[in-house]
Structures are given as structure tokens and as C-alpha cells.
């Protein structure tokens, strides 16, 4: 036979999009609409039903950026089109196009459609555009169309350029021209056999690409598609439609090969809540995609779908109440099916420990409390990268699956597991998928479903991986279309076979399939978007400040509730809480937001540091009585000049000079000394030697300078918020010239201050000296200007570490300073809460920092190293600043304030007590009398993380420790108050089954025996 492949594929094409896609609407006729437009931020329905409309001529402009026009939508459905009267096999729909473009669902204009009572019946997006007109529901008494369509003029904020600056993030800066015109708004008639053969054409042409054309199944499916073709007549697609399903009936009922990958067809919106949009739009959002999931439910009994994020369902259950009960009505069915447990998708790289525990606390709560459900597997398809912390955190929430797709997104190594056990710093381990599609919005193409089986790592020992299905990322979720595509290839020859399932459903069957899962260990490092542990740093400042001003309030709250009967803020705190894990949003702490949301993200973490310091302050005033006397306040879980851990102390007298005065050194310089070390500062500001006078070690690789700043142009290839590049390191400007070096009174006493100029830009540096403690501290202020830039501090040390140790939540991770692999060398820019830490066997040196995240650690050799000599030191360098241009063109200019210390002769116990006594500085207060410890623990590896009242309303206090240094502890916890019993729970405060019952008791201590990295969560009962 000869081969007409070519011919056909573009007759079908051509028949496709020339003849059956139109057919699909026999007849539409416009409607009467009138408009309002909001002209400012949306407003509830209640109040646009009210609002005074005028007539609106479709094909009219509307919808200034980010504006809202109410769309008033009436008129009659055609005489014979419903009812009894109705022809057969056809449905009646309203049809609006908005005036989409090209850009994809969620990225663009989007409309709600409400009834006049205020019931939303659906969504209209692109690709999306059908609103059903049901007798009873959208259609009123007299049978009549009377809606109303809230259109939200979002705009395509990229515009197809995704490094270009845009001015499309804020309202005042967007412009005030409509970017839309409304095309459609009319009643249509649909031919529903035309419909379900345009699914049929789409399925089997997808199969006909993605299978060889050599076999002889490819070659079956396009001639039957020739013999579709030939069947259906063009002038008269409507009732030959028919006879073009019998033409392909043969192919479709084909059965699947027995060794056909297995897919669980999950439906899902990934709904960022935030990113080319506030958070008041995702509101909307939520509201849309829930309520299209909700109508393609009501039309499709077999439909089920996945949505994670307790915030947005809180947002919903708020704005839209009348929609939420529909929702828990179809969750009760346990088809809308909750999942992932956590308060939003967060980022897992940045939040503190007690942060990412409440962020499941928070959600499973949620969950439990408003929908009566509980998830039982962490969902984070899109957060960048993950911490070797979340397995055991899982495991305490009571979560043993994880799911992921995001590592796919490696730009070096390829994952090699889909399906195995993840492994925590502590031991702990999850069964985990990362699904083979490489995407969280399929659409169910053959194209998508040929390449879950394709690349599916554990063939040969399992079979089965999870497709998630439905528009994200700006919402919409999944469409009758995707759904008619997984009905198609349920059993279909050349195809996986595909189920539609549910998250649970689908670790049930892959763990039964599955006996020896392999096991990866450690961190899962995203080898991209490295900058998003940089980019926006006044929203990192104000996570880490919040997390630790957080800690103080429930600690001081807590403890006057215990000591003194005051009332614990619960609610106060609930609030704040929820504010702070909603701006660990996977495109908020990241930085990779438009210049809106991280305009509004400073704002609230301001508000939220406000509200707490009252908290505290309100606290404090409790605890320390009236009196003019200085009352010292540690909130931090170490002993610190005299102030025991988590109390406070009245000092003889107010804390005076505590830093040392800088005396003249070397060649105009400087020395700073006190009985532990000497820093020798250079006359241009720099450090040259930290010596440990203990030991006569000195801390700074001989000839090379510390406290170097240096300047990287920082023009990544795409994604420019979100990544650093490798390449940066190739153009280093170091800021050696000094303008002014000058001694000051700084806050705790003298300090060098060091001022340098670049360009538009200036760095004030403040170095000092504490007179009794090992840590050089260093603020640095900058007023910063400058564009694609990378600002790094820089410390080349003298120890000879193969590997540097880095803060995560709850422990610490090591990574190799050396590139041997590809791995190693992919790991270029690392992530680190307060401290980083490199070290020989006696001696090491640590850098804290109280906000700063992005750090690279590499092995450096000495200026005057011969051939022979290789890596002498490591040097240490914090990523402080940058400045992307895309999506926020003016991301980070302006004023910034960073301090990190350079901790001489610390080990790994010095590095954990410095990181917390920078981010919990010293309060004192006047008062008349010290505060004893709530708790006290006498073993300094095992670390108080938190102590709050139960959330539960008990009264019962909690505390939440864990061994912080990698190895075994033994530590007696004693309350400080008198209570009734003491027992371990979970992070949701719930007897946990994985300890042994009761600990052991000493008196009033309790005795614990802690593994390497174990959290402990004790509930005191009072
Ligand atoms: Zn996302």
C-alpha cells in the first residue's frame, strides 16, 4: 500500500479545525448585557448586584488592569431548544469569551457567573468558556437567562516575554487603558454526538503521534480516522457525526496491552496563592476553579478531585459561604478530596522549624475541624526543593506519603526514582512519588500519558504513577474535555490505561505493587531557581523576624497565662500564625512574585511584628511586675549573661558597654580584642586575622580579606527572580575601596564603621566586638540601586573542611564543598537558616546571620599556594542582595539591614547558640522582679524550639524540643509550674504511637532519651 500518512494527518487536521470544532455549537444568539465596572478592588456580590448597570455592546472595550466590570447577562433561551421541545442529543449553554488571548487559563481574564440570588454556577475561562444553563439553577422561572458574570480584567503579566520588566504588577503602574473587549456572550445549542467525536478525533490523533509508525496499531488508528473522515460530511457535520463515532468505534474498544503502564488520573488545580497576582485574586480564583469543579461533578458522577492548602478552602468558607457548604457537601462524598495538610504549598527551604511544624498543624487542624477529614500525604508538586526535615515532620503530623513533581525541573541531574522511600536527617522516612508526567496541570494528552510511561523509573518492579489533570498554576482545574480523555484510554490499545483516581487511592496501590521501594536520603536540592533564597530580601527579613518574635509571644504569653492567669491570646496568635505561613507561599518567601504581593507582604509582616511586640510587651508587663528596676529577658533556649533560658533576671544595673573599643592596629587599622579573640581590621575595613587566643589559631586564610564584599553581574537565562546562574561567578567586582573607616557608639557600644560607595549605591558596615564572646558582628546597611546585581560577603578561612554544615529546621544538613560529581557541582548556591558552620577536628568557624538564606561554601586556595598546594581553606560567602528584574522590575532597591557574625573557634554547639542568640536579641525592660522558667532542660543539645498553650484551649502547656546536634541525648525536663502528667504527642498535640507511652519520671522531671535530631512534643498537663 502506498503511504499516505502525511495526507491524511493534515486532511484531519484541517477537518478538525475547519468543520468539527465549529459544528460543535449548532445555533448560539447573542444576549441583552449590561455592565458595571467596579473601578478599584473587587467588591462583594451583594454590593454589584445592587449597582446601577448600562447597556454594553459586545465587541466594546473593558477592564482596566487589574479592575473588575460586572456583566448583567439576560434574555430568552430560543423557542424549541429546551425542554420537551428540545432536539435530541443537544444541550443548551451560555458561551462567553471575554476577550481571551493567548495566554493560558489563570494567566488572563477570568469570569465567575452568579445567579441574581447570588449562587455561583461557574467559572468562564479560556478553553473553559461554558457556563451550563440547567432548568431550576441557571436559568430562572420563566426559563429565561438572567445572570450576572464578574469579569476580573487580570492581566497576562509576562505578555509572552518572561525576563522583560513589566509594569503590569501593581495597579499604579499598569495604566488605565481596557486590555480587554468583550467578544461573546451569547445562548448556544450543542451538539453533543459532535462533541464526543471531537474527544474521539482528539484521542486517537494523539495516539497516532506518540506511537511508532512503523506499528501496526499506529497505522490501524489512521486509517480509521481516514475512514471517520470519509464518513462525516462537512456540509452536514451534524447528522453524519454519528456515523464517524461507528467509524472509529473499533480502534477505541480496543483493549490495552497487559503490561500498559497504570495511571491514577487525578483530578487538580494548582492555584498559586500568590504570584502574577495578589492574594485577593486568588480568592477569586479559588472561588472559580472550586466552583467549575463543582459543576463538571454535578454533570459527571465519577469525577473526583484533589485540592490541597487549608488557606484557600478558609478563604472560601469566608467569602463565599454559600459555596463552601457545597464543597463539604461533596467532601462528605469524598469526592472533593483535601489533601496535602498544610496551610498553603509552602516553600520548604526557608521556614524555621516551628514554622513548617505549624504549617501542618495549622492545616491539618483546618482539615480536621471544618471538613472532618484528615490527609494523610504532604502535596507539594511545585515548591522549589525539599528539606531532609520534612520526613520526620510528615511523620509527626501523622502523614506517611509525600508527593512532588518539581525535581523534574533539575537543570543538571535527573532524579533516578519516581516511587521510593524518602529518608530524613533523623531517620525518618516517606513513602514518596514524584509523577512521571513532569507536570501538575495535564490536560491527559496521549502525548502527557506517553511520557509518565516512558519515563517511569521503576519499571520492572512497578507499574503505576499518579497523573495530576486540570489547569493550574492560575487555576481553573480540570474540564469535561480531560475527563473525556481519560474515559477514552481506560482501556485503550497503544495507551496506558487510565483510572480516575484519587491521591490515596493511588499510594494504596503503588505501595501494594511496590515491595522494596529504593530509598534516597537526605535533602532533595532543586538544581535551579537558587535565587529564590535571595531575591526580595525585605520579605525574608520579615519571615525570620516574625518566626522569632512569634516564639517570644506564645513563650511570655504562655507563661504569664501559667504564672499569673492571664488570658493567652489564642486567636491573636492564631491570626498572626496564619498570616506568617501564608507568606511562606511557594512564590512569596521565594521573592518570585509581582512587585504587589511583596509590597503587601512587608506591610503585613510590619502589622504582624507590631501586633506581637504588643503581645510581648503585654507579657512582660505581667511577668515583671510594676517597677523601675532593668529587667534582662531571655527568650532564647540557652543561659546568656547570667539569664537563664526562656526567663528573665533583674540586672544590678543597666546593661552598660558591652562591646570592646576598637584600638589602633597595623598600618592604619584596627584591632578588636577581648579575652577569647583578636580581629585585626584593615584600614579599608577589612578582616586579615581572627585569631582564638586559646589556642593561637587563627581563623582568616593568611593574605586574603574578610568581610569582602563582592559585586556579581546576575543576569540569569530565564526565570531572573527565581534563579542564579552559574555563570555569575565569572564577573566578580570586590569592594575594596573604604570611603570613610571611623569609630562609632553603636547600639551595644564602640563599633568600626566602615562606609563604601558603588554607583548610586552605599554600604554602611558596623563591626563589633563583643567584650566577653567569640562573634564578630557585622550589620550592614545598604541603600541599594543597582539592577541585575548580586551583592555577596564574603569569608575566606583558614580550615580545610571537606564538607560545610548548614541550619535547616530542627538539625542541620552536610554538603560537600568539593564539585567531584555533577551533583556537587550542581549545588552551587545552598540554603541555611542562622548559621552555616566549617570546621578540622578542633577547630572550626561559624557565620550566623539573622536574615539572610542564599549561601555558597567553597573550597578556596591560598594567593600564595605553589603547584603542589590545593584547597588550604573554605570560604564562606552569604548572598546578601539582588536584583531581578522580572516579575518585579524593581525587586530589593532601596534600604536594607542584614547582620551575620564570624564566630572564631566554634564547633557545632557554638553555631546553634549563636544563631539563636542573634535572632532572639536580649529585651530589657523595667520591672521589679525576674521570671523563672517555665521549663527548664539541663542537657545543652536538646533545644526548646517552642513553648505555647495547647491548641486545644485546654490550658495545658506545650513544648516542643529537639536533639539540635546530631547525636544522642539524655536531658531532664523539668516544668516549672505544677501540673498533673506529662506525655509525648504529636505535632497536632495528639498522643503520639510512635513513642513509648508515658516518658520516664524523676520527681517532677521527665526523662528523655533523644536519637539523633529528634523532635519531642511533651503536652503538661495542668
Ligand atoms: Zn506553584
Redesign the pocket.
Known sequence: MHDTTTRTTMRLERFVKDWLEPAVLRETRPLDVEAWTVGGEPVPFAEAVRATYAPFTLGSAWGRPWDTTWFHVTGDVPAGWSGDAAPEGTRVELVVDLGFTGAGPGFQAEGTAWTPDGRIVKAVEPRNQHVPLVAGQALDAAGRVDLYVEAAANPDVPGGAWTRPTPMGAWDTAGEAPIYALRTMHVALVDETVWELLQDVRALHGLVRVLPGTTPRAAEVLRALEDMLDAVDQDEVAGTAAAGRAALATVLAAPATASAHRVHAVGHA?I?SA?LWPTRETVRKCARTFSNVLALMDSDPDVTFACSSAQQYAWVQEHYPELFERIRERVREGRFVPVGGMWV?SDTNMPGGEALARQLVAGKRFFIEELGVEPKEVWLP?SFGYTAALPQLARLAGSDNFLTQKISWNDTNTMPHHTFWWEGIDGSRVFTHFPPVDTYNAELTAQELARAERQYAEKGRANTSLVPFGFG?GGGGPTREMVAAARRTRDLEGSPRVELSDPQSFFDAARAEYAAPPTWTGEMYLEYHRGTYTSQARTKRGNRRSEHLLREAELWAATAAVRAGAEYPAERLQRLWRTVLLQQF??ILPGSSIAWVHREAERNYAAVARELEEIVDGALRVLVGDGDRPVAVNAGPFARDGVAALGATVLDAARGVRTVAPTPGPDGGWVLENALVRVVVTADGHVTSAVDRASGREAILPGARANLLQLHRDVPNEWEAWDIDEHYRRSTTDLVDAAKVEVVDGASGPALRVLRELGASRVEQDLALAADGRGLRITTRVDWHERQKLLKLAFPLDVRAERATSEIQFGHVHRPTHVNTSWDHARFETVAHRWVHVGEPGFGVAVANDSTYGHDITRTRADDATDAQGARGTTVRLSLLRAPRFPDPDADQGEHELTCELVVGAGIDDAVRHGYALNLPERVVAGDHGVEPLVTVDDDAVVVEAVKLAEDGSGNVVVRLYESRGGRARARVVPGFAHTGVEVTDLLERPFAGAAGEPARDGDAVLLELTPFQVVTLRVRR
Do not use: A, G
Open positions: 494548582h498559586d504570584w504549598e511545585d498554576d511557594h512564590d
